[in-house]
């Protein structure tokens, strides 16, 4: 990294802190997942093959499920799940508007109505008595995601689609080994989709994702549809799509799989020294900390404050400049988004979740994170309240234009 030799930039140089950094996990099993490849390479089974079968069988173990089917991305996991369930044309879908794109896209990408709920102040999940009120007699499903790592209120979900004879797709991709009263993500509803993009607790060295169902016909028919709706070969039932597991993916997530459980462990103790730290260093009224919902086993794919919106964008700059990595999940609520404006939502429609897109930012929790590196991340924070930063900057507003472009759009 060249940088210009500003004070600022010397003391990044020694102190950055990721908010991930890949290199540490690849380097504690570098020898074992270069055999791991090895012997895909020289088995010359790229797609599915045992690699993907062995990974199917270990993670349906892991969350749960009675069956697992692997696919190409967590994305495609969601749109397998729809087409699964004959969810199109005329059908509506309830998903939360503060998500990642993917679980409202696959909805879209079928044909049926996205409606968009409300979620929790407190947990960021989607709030289920919103989601109750939403239900016509065309809502055919409701996709409650998993956010962050924490489970979404499954036993009121649940119980709404009782009601109204509706199906439950988990959006688990940021979620796998999350638990609720003891039940795994994945494992409380018609489906669960995962994802092993790199950043997520399960990280492959590409693309990747697999659905946990337990039950068996629709086990049979999510397989079916990842591959082109063929069986036996070049026989097409149905019109499905291609999207399959590759075994390289299978292989390193095989390797990296038994060490997930310490990994989550990892990342919990991570959020609890974030709490004391911060509780430490006097900033619990100016810093809004994750909280845990109970019953949850939160596996804190990220860890998300909330300030102040008027200084969020200027301690995202601050820290960007003293070398602390951050993100804003996400600084677009869905319903606001450009491409889902003839939905027809507006801006003001949902207010807790335009807040939380206005007031959060994710900071580094990844389980190879140091204790040292955390209290550099508490003391930055520290100074930036204490410093002039927190009110000098509140005229730069780095996302501002990203606001704009969205009020534009409504
Ligand atoms: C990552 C993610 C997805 C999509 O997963 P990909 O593997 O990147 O396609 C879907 N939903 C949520 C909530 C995610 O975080």
Redesign the pocket.
Known sequence: MSRTPSSNARSAANTSVPLLDVHRQYDELRDDIRSAIDRVCDSGRFILGPECTALEQEIAAYCHAAHTVGCA???DA?LLALLALDIGPGDEVIVPSY??F??ASAVWRVGAKVVFAEIDADTFNVDAEHVASLVTPQTKAIIP?HLFGQCADMHAINRIARQFGLYVIE?A??AIGAELDGKRAGSMSHIGTL?F?PT?NLGGFG?G?MLTTSDDAIATRLRLIAAHGMSPRYYHRVVGINSRLDSLQACVLRVKLPHLERWTEARAANAARYHELFAERGLADAVRLPATASGCRHVWNQFVIRIDETRRDALRQFLTDSGVGTEIYYPVPLHMQECFQPIGCREGSLPITERAARETIALPIFPELSAAEQRRVVDRIGEFFSSNASRKLQTVEAAKPMRQMARRAS
């Open positions: 991305s967590g994305s969601l998500t990642f993917a679980t995601v959006d991709c940021q994802s993009y997520k693309d994702g």
